[in-house]
Structures are given as C-alpha cells and as structure tokens.
Antibody, heavy 119, light 109 residues
Framework: QVQLVESGGGLVKPGGSLRLSCAAS????????MSWIRQAPGKGLEWVSL????????NYADSVKGRFTISRDNAKNSLYLQMNSLRAEDTAVYYC????????????WGQGTLVTVSS | EIVLTQSPATLSLSPGERATLSCRAS??????LAWYQQKPGQAPSLLIY???NRATGIPARFSGSGSGTDFTLTISSLEPEDFAVYYC???????????FGQGTKLEIK
C-alpha cells in the first residue's frame, strides 16, 4: 500500500535552515506529482509547494517563495523540502502528499513531521 | 486567489443524526472540489473528489454535492468515528495553487 514517511523536523532558531525528507513506497513515485502541506498548531491546512514528476515544474505559496525549495530524487523515491530563513510563523507539522492523475487533489498523505522555529 | 469559506465553524450533533457542511468559493471552481477528514493527531484523508465522487473505501453515508461556488458535504447518519474536522480544497487552473477552507469541526453533542 502507499506509504509516505516524513523526517527531518525539529527545533531551529529564527533565521536557521532545515531540510525535510519524505520517503515514498507502494506506488510509482516517478509518475506522481508531490506536494508539501503544513498545519500550524491548532490551525488549518496550508499548501506549501508542488513539484512535477520530472522536477521540470515547481510552484510555491507566496508565504514561502524565495525561502523554501522543493526537490525530488526519483531514483531514491524521495521528496525534499529545503527551508531557509525560517520564521516563527513557519512552525507547523509538515506533510508530504501525493497527487494522482490531474494533480487536483491529495490522495495520500504522510503522518507529518513537526518543525518548531523558536529562539 | 480563490478563497474557500466553510460553515459552520463548529457543528454539534449526536450519533445517528444527519450532518450538512457547507463550502463556498469566492469564484467558480466548476466541480473541482475535494473534502478531507482529519481526526486528532492524524493526517487528513481524502473523502470526496470532483465535488461528488467518494474516494476509495469511503462509506456511502458520505456524499458530496454542488458545483460552481456552493458545495455541500452530507453525512447521512453520524457514526462515532465521524466526529472530526472537515476541510474543503480546490486547485486553481494555472499556475496550480491550492487552497483549503478553514475547516468545520464536527463535535458530539
């Protein structure tokens, strides 16, 4: 079955950097658009970034543009999110999510990894 | 950017009752709307896509309807496991930008 397992979260100071990873299994990773979605404590869902199957297209929410970079390694079935210049408002659980054909929706989600930005 | 507004923010009902949740879009999204369920401490899971299609394994008591700007998620007879937070979601055409509603918390009365 489809599995998405995030890692790399933790406590980081404002202005610091962190790299999240998502290990995928149970499906053809290279055929799927992938996204990162976050959820601040006690708040709703916010889409962060999207990457196409061959990494030719990426897109970002305005709130992270210029600070975050999404990437993938299809040979390793892995998705990444490099987060720089972190702010307190980036504190959230970060989920990786898979989109099927058409990439309108998020059919599968990982369990999430918590990023805390605090001094 | 399309804004999704969900109502009510909180809905208090008893098991066996019918639940009706609303999602309104600031402009037409045709039928490209999804609903997700999130239980405490868990990731969201897809319930309904394309406004009215149940995702794999979703019970028939869940149904979605609507098109354009007004959408409804209906749970015909609430089971104890249905008490959770529900989000609607859409994707703009190009560039692809995704937005979620702010959520409706369905709680036990």
């Amino acid at each position: 079955q489809v599995q998405l397992v995030e890692s790399g979260g933790g406590l980081v100071k404002p202005g610091g950097s962190l790299r999240l990873s998502c290990a995928a299994s149970g499906f053809t990773f290279s055929d799927s658009y992938m996204s990162w979605i976050r959820q601040a404590p006690g708040k709703g869902l916010e889409w962060v970034s999207l990457i196409s199957t061959g990494s030719t297209y990426t897109n970002y929410a305005d709130s992270v543009k210029g600070r975050f970079t999404i990437s993938r390694d299809n040979a390793k079935n892995s998705l990444y999110l490099q987060m720089n210049s972190l702010r307190a408002e980036d504190t959230a659980v970060y989920y990786c999510a898979r989109s099927e054909t058409g990439y309108e929706y998020f059919q599968h989600w990982g369990q999430g990894t918590l990023v805390t930005v605090s001094s | 950017e399309i804004v999704l507004t969900q109502s009510p923010a909180t809905l208090s009902l008893s098991p066996g009752e019918r639940a009706t949740l609303s999602c309104r879009a600031s402009q037409s999204v045709s039928s490209y709307l999804a609903w997700y369920q999130q239980k405490p401490g868990q990731a969201p899971s897809l319930l309904i896509y394309d406004a009215s299609n149940r995702a794999t394994g979703i019970p028939a008591r869940f149904s979605g309807s609507g098109s354009g700007t007004d959408f409804t998620l209906t749970i015909s007879s609430l089971e104890p496991e249905d008490f959770a937070v529900y989000y609607c979601q859409q994707r703009s055409n190009w560039p692809p930008l995704y937005t979620f509603g702010q959520g409706t918390k369905l709680e036990i009365k």
